[in-house]
């Protein structure tokens, strides 16, 4: 949010601290500041305002109301300005979705005069990076930044019919933007058109851009104004759907309350009166389609719950000084007293007792919080966490390797709205699709890691259309191992299977092939409450540790070689010649997987794996190797084979 200085200096009747001086205040208070800019003789603040907060302090007068509670000076009394009589209205406001469109307050201001804004108005805009346009939709965005609520004028004579509709467009609409952008409107859209039956034509996209058709210029002298209050999903909805982005939508994505809409109409009518009236200014009376309003919300809490929280010593009195400065009204009882609290319209984010001892957090300041464990204070240790990592270390023990894979996938029961990719459209299901993938990719890198067979296995969530749970899987796979492969796989499967009932005390089974899957959660329900600490599970020897070297994203190359030796010669000796001659291309050790002997001689057979780490190897060098690898051994009278 972008905030000039001097237009929050009008909140306040003494004058505001530095710019320096805010700047600290919001940073250690609530909001960080991430750039301030001198501008003439202004200053200007860009405020990281939190999504938590963005329903009250995307404008000047939410900034100020947070500084006046930070800093403890009132905020400048609210002048009401008068305006001239109203006539009865001629405007009709039909809703057709009161959950879309939550309030819609409408007026027509007659006889305006549309011309260039005055110097102050000009000023206040473009500090904060607006573009001044005319003096009509200058009033609407002044107010706009000034306290939060989006407004819009359009040219009644515009407009055909006498009324204005919100509706969800539909098929085929399409609408001229502010901007000449000529867009498609998705069926169901929410649209502001005109009253002209039977689909009046869309002058807006709700909350989010003005059409074109009915835009305010020199020649307009008759408005509607609009201040309505739009449902923030379907707005982003919208918004990112046409990839329109603009300071409306932000703000109505964010949530607004709708009580503001009418004091935003009040006061752009007395602005638009006093900039561009002409003497013969007729103001009509407003109408308002409020079909569900916002219900008072109280909150009850005591120096106790405040206490509990943040580990203080407040009283009575220094809660009631809180709660003046943070501007709440609220009601006394008992002894210790018990406070009720009734939550400022414009507080959206404020609905339990925590919210409103955050609020207190910052004005108390958290660097005054101590830091003092309270005595009664215990971690409970997480079941579910204590044995999914007592069941990961038992794992990597036994030589398997965990596999993090996407949650989305390519089939499942819960569809995404917003695919990353077209194969991953849904929600996993299993990890069990995962890890037969994995299993297969890895497979065909056996020989260049050094294994006859990859283990691995994964701990995450997986979903479906009634539930969400957390699941086990465990995959095994052999690079080779004819006819009996399929059974080596189960026995291996079965092997590590025993090792964790073992380990944990209850008989894991279950169809068994070289994959396996549990429900984690529902296993856990069954196991023992884990140790009152975390020492057993955060220690250092409850963990392993394995050791990684980067990976080239070349291919690799296999060769074998076998050599008799005299039986004395060890393979460590002939590894190391190995070794020796293959320099940097050797990707890693050299693999001894046959020996026998015969006649006081020894055979051995190591399978060798070459790699570049900025290039793909021919076939040319890797005979150079092992031609040189050969060489040495012949000059040892070593026979290779």
């Known amino acids: 949010m972008i905030i000039s200085y001097k237009w929050l200096q009008t909140y306040f009747d003494g004058e505001l601290s530095p710019p320096e001086k805010i700047v600290e205040v919001l940073t250690f208070g609530i909001f960080e500041v991430e750039g301030v800019e001198k501008k003439e003789d202004d200053t200007i603040l860009d405020i990281k305002v939190l999504p938590d907060r963005a329903h009250d302090c995307l404008s000047h007068r939410g900034i100020a109301r947070v500084l006046s509670a930070l800093l403890d000076i009132p905020l400048r009394a609210e002048q009401s300005r008068s305006l001239p009589e109203e006539r009865p209205t001629t405007l009709a406001v039909d809703v057709t979705d009161h959950l879309a469109c939550r309030r819609y307050v409408g007026r027509v201001l007659r006889g305006i005069t549309v011309g260039p804004s005055p110097d102050w108005l000009r000023e206040r805009l473009e500090a904060i990076g607006q573009r001044s346009i005319n003096n009509i939709v200058d009033a609407t965005n002044y107010v706009m930044f000034d306290i939060g609520q989006p407004l819009h004028a359009f040219d009644k004579d515009k407009i055909a019919g006498e009324g204005i509709v919100v509706r969800a467009a539909l098929a085929s609409e399409r609408i001229i933007t502010l901007d000449g952008k000529d867009v498609a409107l998705p069926q169901g859209t929410l649209v502001i058109s005109d009253g002209d039956a039977p689909a009046g034509v869309p002058l807006a996209i709700a909350g989010v851009k003005g059409g074109k058709s009915a835009q305010v210029d020199e020649q307009t002298s008759c408005i509607i104004l609009e201040a309505a209050n739009f449902d923030p999903v379907a707005v982003r909805k919208t918004s990112r759907g046409l990839n329109i982005l603009t300071d409306s939508s932000k703000r109505f994505e964010n949530e607004l309350t709708p009580e503001i809409a009418r004091e935003a109409m009040d006061r752009v009518t007395a602005l638009i009166v006093e900039i561009a009236g002409n003497g013969n200014t007729v103001i009509e009376e407003i109408v308002d389609v409020y079909a569900k309003q916002l219900k008072e919300h109280t ?75 309270p005595k009664d204070a215990k971690a409970q240790v997480s079941k579910k966490f204590y044995y999914a990592s007592f069941i990961r270390n038992t794992l990597v023990e036994a030589g398997f390797s965990e596999i993090y894979s996407y949650t989305f996938a390519q089939s499942g029961e819960i569809e995404l709205a917003n695919p990353p990719a077209p194969d ?45 749970h957390t699941s086990l899987a465990i995959g095994v796979e052999m690079s080779a191992a004819g006819k009996k492969k399929a059974t080596i796989l189960e026995n291996a ?70 050599v008799w030796v005299p039986k004395e010669v060890s393979s460590l000796e002939i590894e190391k010649m190995i070794s020796g001659q293959s320099g940097e291309l050797l990707a890693r050790d050299p693999r001894l997987f046959d020996t026998f002997e015969k006649e006081g001689r020894t055979s051995y057979a190591f399978r060798l794996v070459f790699q570049s780490y900025d290039r793909t190897l021919t076939d040319e060098e890797a005979n150079a190797v092992m031609d040189k690898i050969t060489a040495i051994f012949n000059q040892k009278d070593f026979q290779v084979r």
Request: hydrophobic residues 45%; negative net charge.
């Open 424 to 468: 991953k459209e849904f929600l996993r299901i299993n990890l069990s699709d995962e890890i037969k993938t994995s299993l297969a990719h890895n497979i065909r890198n056996a020989e260049l890691l050094g294994l006859d067979e990859v283990k691995i296995f994964e701990i995450g969530n997986v979903f479906s259309s009634a539930w969400e």
């Open 493 to 562: 499967m079965r092997d590590i299977l025993d090792l964790l009932s073992q380990k944990l005390g209850v008989e894991l089974d279950g169809a068994v092939g070289n994959v396996w899957e549990t429900d984690l959660d529902l296993l856990v329900k069954e196991l023992p409450e884990p140790p009152d600490t975390y020492a057993t599970v955060l220690s250092k020897e409850s963990h392993a540790t394995a050791v990684y070297k980067k990976i080239s994203p070349y291919p690799f190359i296999t060769r074998d070689i076998a």
């Open 299 to 373: 909150i009850t809490l005591g120096a106790l719950d405040v206490n509990r929280l943040l580990g203080t010593d407040m009283s009575d009195t220094d809660m009631e000084a809180f709660f003046n400065r943070l501007r709440f009204a609220y009601t006394k009882e008992s002894d210790p007293a018990v406070f009720t609290i009734a939550v400022p319209v414009m507080r959206l984010d404020m609905r339990e007792k925590v919210d409103v001892v955050e609020d207190i957090a910052h004005l108390f300041g958290y660097a005054n919080i101590p830091t003092n464990i």
